[in-house]
Nanobody, 124 residues
């Protein structure tokens, strides 16, 4: 599967942005899809994941209640709606996918299919 991230941009603290991940291939619905982000430093932080059929989602604690991940399997897209943004959300956001269970997504970085990153910048 090939992934294409889009969206992001610049927002003020308290504002909202969204990032989307579009996938090619007819088997998109067979993949759990999620997002990592990378601020300063080499490590990517898990943000959110949604299961293949959309019935399971998981978020990192710092975005719980503010971010919402959803998927549209007809359009082969996964969207991360980001609300109540803070400067700490500033990062490059990467979408990724796995044919494995969504519960394994966060710890399966070496086995993920990655899209390119998209920048999210939140000003104070």
């Amino acid at each position: 599967v090939q992934l294409q991230a889009s969206g992001g941009g610049l927002a003020q603290a308290g504002g909202s942005l969204s990032v989307s991940c579009a996938a090619s291939g007819r088997r998109f619905r067979n993949y759990a899809v999620g997002w990592f982000r990378q601020a300063s430093g080499p490590e990517r932080e898990f943000v959110a994941v949604i299961s293949r059929n959309g019935d399971y989602t998981r978020y990192t604690d710092s975005v719980q209640g503010r971010f919402i991940i959803s998927r549209d399997s007809d359009k082969n897209t996964v969207t991360l709606q980001m609300n109540s943004l803070t400067p700490e959300d500033t990062a490059v956001y990467f979408c990724a996918a796995t044919p494995r269970d969504a519960r394994l997504f966060r710890d399966a970085r070496a086995d993920l299919f990655w899209g390119q990153g998209t920048q999210v910048t939140v000003s104070s």
